[in-house]
């Protein structure tokens, strides 16, 4: 079975700061791995995909399959990143079910 | 374009009473879900459609049914509401692929 572990619920970092977003799973077969980013009482948004390599907002995720990890990293952590971040792993097969992490509210402070 | 739009935004229930939430898609995704997102628990997978007139349960079913009732709408009904089922539900689509899922904006139900 394929599970996501977060293993913060709460992340408070200062602007300007470095932040890093862990995520860990398991799962058998070859991951897909995403990170959904939802602002206050708004819809969850696609942030990253790993398969995809890019770069958006300034955060970045690397799938480290020895480790099997899809840490979320910002150089410079801003105000405006406080949000609920989500990991999440799909299933492989004919509907590609999600599978989310429990999620880590980060908090950017002044 | 709306993306995926879920009707109610809020809702309050009594115990004992149903309901139907709506979502429709204007995508052309064949595949649509239901989750519920609880504190402390992420999203959790309720029912999910692959594709027109198929419907199959997720991790957390029960209580809960569903009708896929074209491609566009996927409703999710609570035949006989509990506390339990306080939570904010959230429907999605996804055309395959590793473009993940769009979702929609979320509907708040408190089960008094």
């Known amino acids: 079975a394929q599970r996501v572990t977060q293993p913060e619920k709460l992340l408070s970092v200062f602007k300007g700061a470095p932040v890093e977003l862990k995520c860990n799973y398991s799962?058998?077969?070859?991951?897909?791995l995403f990170w959904y980013v939802q602002y206050s009482r708004q819809r969850l948004q696609l942030l990253l995909r790993?398969?995809s390599r890019e770069s958006i907002k300034g955060f970045t995720a690397d799938l480290n399959k020895g480790e099997t990890s899809f840490h979320l990293k910002k150089p410079f952590a801003q105000e405006e990143d406080s949000a609920m971040y989500y990991c999440?792993?799909?299933?492989?097969?004919?509907?590609?079910?999600?599978?989310f992490g429990s999620g880590t509210q980060l908090t950017v402070l002044p | 374009n709306a993306g995926v739009t879920q009707t109610p935004k809020f809702q309050v229930l009594k115990t004992g009473q149903s309901m139907t939430l709506q979502c429709a898609q204007d995508?052309?995704?064949?595949?649509m879900y239901w989750y519920r997102q609880d504190p402390g628990m992420g999203l959790r997978l309720i029912y999910y459609?692959?594709?027109?007139?198929?419907?199959d349960k997720g991790e957390v079913p029960n209580g809960y049914n569903v009708s896929r009732l074209n491609k566009r709408e996927f409703s999710l009904r609570l035949e006989s509401a509990a506390p339990s089922q306080t939570s904010v539900y959230f429907c999605?689509?996804?055309?395959?692929?590793?473009?993940?899922?769009?979702f929609g904006s979320g509907t708040r139900l408190t089960v008094v």
């Open positions: 999605a689509s996804s055309i395959g692929g590793a473009v993940g899922y769009t």
């Open positions: 799962y058998s077969g070859s991951p897909e």
């Open positions: 790993h398969i």
């Open positions: 999440a792993l799909i299933r492989s097969g004919s509907a590609r079910q999600l599978t």
């Open positions: 995508m052309n995704h064949n595949s």
């Open positions: 459609s692959a594709s027109e007139g198929t419907t």
